[in-house]
């Protein structure tokens, strides 16, 4: 019998039964790319064989409305939740103005740190936001879109996590100038009029609290007004977050998601990417668990390793992950510490001996 679409809601923000009083497990969800060269067949057979596995809900990356309101659809058709799963701060080709600027002067849609995609928003230009807004209320008015998804929803990572230093030959041990945003004259301006500081007369800004809390500021204020905006169309809010938010988000890349009003937080706990164990989900999840918001579900973000009988061949960690005997320390780790599920990145990864393994750490 298909669980109804409400019921499925239920399940994810509170893990209990809908009826009999009987503990379910845990939901699963899964992050996937799709797009316009999406076979739409495929997909749905994708959804009925991650819903054989436990899953309860997508997050499918598209910001095509044609190509969500189809996968959408198909989802609801399978009785899965569906998350439409957008990137907010990386975009090219807008207007020059909108970029972040670093503490070198460099605009980043002109110097891009890291990778070339890095061509980061300003999160408060008032344009900005109000172009941000128009992306995901478009979305937001779907017929079978229950959340959309926030992800990129902050600035450059000031300070990558440690398993990248080597992939980039840079070691950060403080915040350098190139990745530091953002100084445009405008949030020179208003820093500068809320606390009488001018940011670039400083020596060493990263030792001055209040510009990384303004900063912070910045980004809460656009995702907040996002989420009134789509709550106003009757719809709901996820967001992919750094772990923590105090012991990584906050300083890494200026989330400070324990103040956003969304409805639904899926921390991105990529233990490899910052040189831990599985052990590791254990003591992030429980910081997150007792950071979020009152009511909010925590869905712990796993990643997944696709080639995990050669992963001591693997030097980049976005190609490594978690093994099939590290799932159930990953997934018990963040269950028992306060996560409402999980979320897999991404379920292409996941082999066989994965899948037994998930199901096992449900059990």
């Known amino acids: 019998m298909r669980i109804s679409h409400f019921i499925l809601t239920i399940a994810a923000a509170l893990s209990l039964a809908a009826c009999a ?101 300003d999160p408060a230009d008032p344009e900005v936001r109000e172009y941000l807004v128009g992306v995901y209320t478009q979305i937001a008015e779907l017929p079978d879109v229950d959340y959309v998804q926030l992800d990129y929803i902050r600035y450059a990572d000031v300070i990558l996590s440690r398993g990248l230093w080597e992939k980039y030959g840079l070691v950060m041990d403080e915040e350098y100038a190139p990745a530091d945003y953002c100084y445009c004259d405008d949030c020179v301006a208003a820093f500068k009029e809320l606390t009488g500081i001018d940011i670039r007369e400083v020596e060493d800004p990263s030792k001055v609290k209040e510009w990384a809390q303004f900063r912070c500021d910045q980004v809460t204020g656009l995702v907040n007004m996002i989420v009134e905006a789509v709550h106003a169309k009757g719809k709901k809010v996820s967001a992919d977050v750094f772990p923590g938010p105090m012991s990584h988000a906050y300083w890494m890349v200026r989330q400070e998601w324990s103040k956003w009003n969304v409805d639904m937080l899926f921390p991105m706990n990529y233990n490899d990417f910052y040189n831990e164990g599985p052990e590791w989900l254990a003591t992030i999840v429980k910081e997150e668990a007792e950071s979020a918001p009152e009511g909010v579900p925590v869905m712990s973000g796993l990643f997944i390793c696709p080639d995990w009988r050669n992963k001591d061949k693997v030097v980049d960690p976005e190609d490594s992950g978690l093994l099939p005997s590290e799932m159930e320390t990953a997934v018990r780790g963040s269950l028992d510490n306060g996560a409402a599920g999980i979320c897999l990145f991404t379920p292409g990864r996941m082999s066989a001996e994965h899948w037994e393994a998930l199901a096992k750490a449900l059990d």
Request: net charge neutral; glycine share 10%; hydrophobic share 30%.
């Open 21 to 121: 009083g009987e503990k379910t497990k845990a939901p699963v969800y899964v992050w996937e790319g799709i797009n316009s060269k999406t076979n739409m067949e495929e997909l749905s057979e994708k959804y009925r064989f991650w819903k054989s596995q436990g899953v309860v809900g997508v997050c499918m990356g598209s910001g095509d409305a044609d190509v969500v309101r189809e996968a959408s659809a198909r989802a609801h058709a399978e009785g899965l939740e569906y998350h439409a799963w957008i990137g907010a701060m990386t975009r090219s080709g807008l207007p020059h103005k909108w970029y972040t600027v670093n503490r070198l002067g460099q605009p980043s849609d002109e110097n891009p740190p890291y990778v070339s995609y890095y061509k980061t928003l």
